[in-house]
């Protein structure tokens, strides 16, 4: 069973950058495909950025491209999310999840675990 917590929400003006962390615990880090997902008021959580177990492949959302990066410390069981350059439509709860397979997988249906979430809210 894996354990997952994420930390580095927050309020931000938009053009500001905030880093979103994912604590992973019991279970194999390493064997695991990571992602991050959001989900605004009213609205089906989607897709956001993925990344191998090895971390040599990601994944990312259009919506996000060569604004957000994903990375992952397997020494330290913890996901990233770098996010710059943040804009209005990126205010949300972010969610990290961790599935058992060997590539950056972009469905949620594919994650089998998944952390609380943490609120991102970006004002104009």
């Known amino acids: 069973q894996v354990q997952l917590v994420e930390s580095g929400g927050g309020l931000v003006q938009a053009g500001g950058s905030l880093r979103l962390s994912c604590a992973a615990s019991g279970g194999t880090f390493r064997t695991y495909a990571m992602g991050w997902f959001r989900q605004a008021p009213g609205k089906e959580r989607e897709f956001v950025a993925a990344?191998?177990?090895?971390?040599?492949?990601?994944a990312g959302a259009s919506s996000v491209k060569g604004r957000f990066t994903i990375s992952r410390d397997t020494a330290k069981s913890t996901l990233y999310l770098q996010m710059n350059r943040l804009k209005l439509e990126d205010t949300a709860v972010y969610y990290c999840a961790a599935a058992p397979i060997p590539r950056a997988a972009t469905n949620l249906k594919e994650y089998h675990y998944w952390g609380q979430g943490t609120q991102v809210t970006v004002s104009s």
């Open positions: 990344i191998s177990p090895s971390g040599i492949n990601t």
